[in-house]
């Protein structure tokens, strides 16, 4: 071997290190927002000259396609743009975003390279054009990051997943407890549970992509209501929803005007959707909603090896009979005595009804503006 390929040997040999930050501890990066900083950083501290670096890669999402950041050298600050799927909130992000951002920062040449196999897209520009072994560095550094960007996704991919499904809160607990059937957690909280009228009678004269739509559009207004609030959609049961707002300060107050909050956006949003609908000569969507307040036990159920994960006990029953009530009282939203009793928001008194398979009769209110029936 000559003099000239030993040392290039003993070169390959040894890692920088920014090359040993990427093997040994990127994969604990908070994010790939994380990540792209610290990775920039050790770059600079290896004598690599940056002004800013970019990162883009897709995301599982319901609404979000892929995302792009972009680190600045002068400040260490990383900004976002979220590239919203077909259909989403808005126009998707052009796939040279990174690279515009680059450009509008320093003149010099932008430099990328894809990560891994059809990864994520790695991008940096300088304070003056890269050399031939500011570009290698680049490259080597592309080359490790796959490893840890690809953890981050997967970890990144199994928290999206849960909270699609679940919710924010939910997904959480999941994350945290073990995978097995336990006793769960006893967690107070104001129950939203409401319900479409008439379901049954448009699944069997409308075509299933028109039934897919109302269900769709039903559940954008209750359940973008109650995100609003603060609250979370635990299920979709059929055409219904149960939903929560856990107490988590001394008084359950904030907690129940939150959900009397959201049963009255959720009321004004269905008001917009039928006049939409009657424009286009389809039918109205009636619902009735019921609030409680009460303790659940929130955790696994199921057989030992399929888990579901959701909420049960006393409080949950009673609210999803007190929706019951909404037809043959001819109110949209009903509250049980309980959630009531913590607030001073205005309702009107209903009196005392059995409610079925509850053992007390409840005490049943009604916002004032919920005066229209139900049928």
Same mark, same amino acid.
Do not use: C, M
């Given at each position: 071997m000559t003099k000239t390929a030993l040392l290039r040997h003993h070169r390959t040999m040894q890692m920088s290190p920014t090359? $040993?930050?990427?093997?040994?501890?990127?994969?604990?990066?908070?994010?790939?927002? +994380?990540?792209?900083?610290?990775?920039? #950083?050790?770059l600079l501290a290896d004598g690599v000259p940056l002004a800013a670096g970019a990162l883009t890669l897709e995301v599982p999402h319901p609404?979000?396609?892929? +995302?792009?950041?972009l680190w600045r050298a002068d400040n260490g600050r990383v900004i976002e743009a979220l590239g919203f799927a077909p259909g989403g909130l808005a126009p998707d992000l052009p796939d040279d975003a990174g690279r515009r951002w680059l450009r509008g920062? #320093?003149?010099?040449?932008?430099?990328?390279?894809?990560?891994? +196999?059809?990864?994520?897209?790695?991008?940096?520009?300088?304070?003056? /054009? @890269?050399?031939?072994?500011d570009i290698e560095q680049l490259r080597q550094a592309a080359r490790f990051a796959a490893t840890p960007l690809a953890v981050l996704a997967a970890r990144a991919t199994l928290r999206a997943t849960l909270e699609a499904y679940l919710g924010k809160r939910s997904a959480e607990?999941?994350?945290? $407890?073990?995978?097995?059937?336990?006793?769960?957690? %006893?967690?107070? #909280? $104001?129950?939203?549970?409401?319900?479409?009228?008439? @379901? %049954?009678?448009?699944?069997?004269?409308? !075509?299933p992509a028109d039934i897919i739509a109302a269900l769709d559009a039903w559940f954008d207004r209750i359940a973008g209501a109650v995100h609003a609030f603060g609250g979370e959609v635990l299920k @979709?049961?059929?055409?219904?929803?149960?939903?929560? @707002? /856990?107490?988590?300060?001394?008084?359950p107050r904030r907690a129940c005007e939150a959900a009397l909050r959201a049963a009255g956006a959720a009321e004004a949003g269905m008001a917009y959707?039928?006049?939409?609908?009657? *424009?286009q000569r389809l039918p109205p969507l009636a619902f009735g909603a019921a609030l409680h307040l009460g303790e659940m036990l929130w955790g696994n159920i199921g057989a030992a090896n399929r888990l579901d994960f959701t909420a049960i006990g !006393? *409080?949950?029953?009673?609210?999803?009979?007190l929706e019951g009530l909404c037809k043959p009282l001819g109110r949209t939203v009903l509250v049980s005595g #309980?959630? $009531?009793a913590e607030t001073d928001m205005p309702l009107v008194e209903l009196g005392l009804h059995k409610l079925r398979g509850i053992a007390s009769p409840c005490e049943v209110l009604a916002p004032p503006e919920a005066q229209g029936r139900t049928s």
């Open positions: 090359l $040993a930050w990427l093997v040994d501890a990127a994969s604990d990066s908070a994010g790939a927002d +994380r990540l792209l900083a610290d990775l920039g #950083a050790h609404l979000i396609a892929k +995302r792009t950041w920062i #320093a003149d010099g040449d932008v430099h990328e390279d894809v990560v891994g +196999r059809d990864g994520p897209l790695l991008g940096w520009i300088g304070p003056r /054009p @890269f050399r031939s072994d607990r999941v994350l945290a $407890a073990p995978l097995r059937r336990d006793l769960g957690e %006893t967690i107070q #909280a $104001a129950l939203l549970y409401a319900d479409l009228r008439g @379901f %049954t009678t448009l699944s069997e004269s409308s !075509p @979709f049961i059929g055409d219904g929803v149960l939903a929560i @707002f /856990p107490v988590i300060e001394a008084s959707l039928n006049a939409e609908r009657s *424009a !006393p *409080a949950v029953n009673l609210v999803s009979r #309980a959630l $009531a």
